[in-house]
């Protein structure tokens, strides 16, 4: 059940970043129904179809073929994109003063070294090991 849970993830990640929405796959059969009309009507193939919708020949067949552009209206991945990124500068016109830090006073601390009064201690017990 994980792994059809993280293919799901992957494909609708895979699909946003070709920019490919729900509402274009709907319409996917609006595009093999209007793919058909132009190999029947003027005979091109897909390639061909696919410049004439989407590539260079875009602008030259929607002049020539005003007829069909409600059709071409509903065709998918015609959707535009775009992406704003406000950038905002603020400047503060309020002047704080800064406040000088003051050294702080010398205090005597209470930390020294107190050489171990214990009896294992002595006895050698905790001592590092020798090389014999």
Do not use: W
Request: glycine share 4%.
């Amino acid at each position: 059940m994980s792994k059809l849970i993280s293919i799901s993830i992957s494909i609708i990640i895979l699909m946003q970043s070709f920019g490919i929405q729900i509402n274009d796959i709907s319409q996917i059969d609006e595009f093999i129904e209007h793919a058909q009309f132009h190999n029947e009507e003027y005979g091109d193939n897909i390639i061909v179809f696919i410049a004439k919708h989407y590539g260079e020949l875009k602008a030259e067949h929607a002049q020539d073929h005003q007829e069909e552009k409600e059709e071409h209206e509903e065709l998918p991945f015609k959707q535009q994109s775009q992406l704003t990124s406000i950038t905002a500068i603020v400047f503060n016109t309020q002047r704080s003063e800064l406040k000088l830090l003051e050294p702080l006073e010398y205090k005597k601390h209470n930390f020294f070294y107190q050489a171990p009064s214990s009896s294992l201690h002595c006895d050698g017990l905790f001592q590092p090991p020798k090389f014999s």
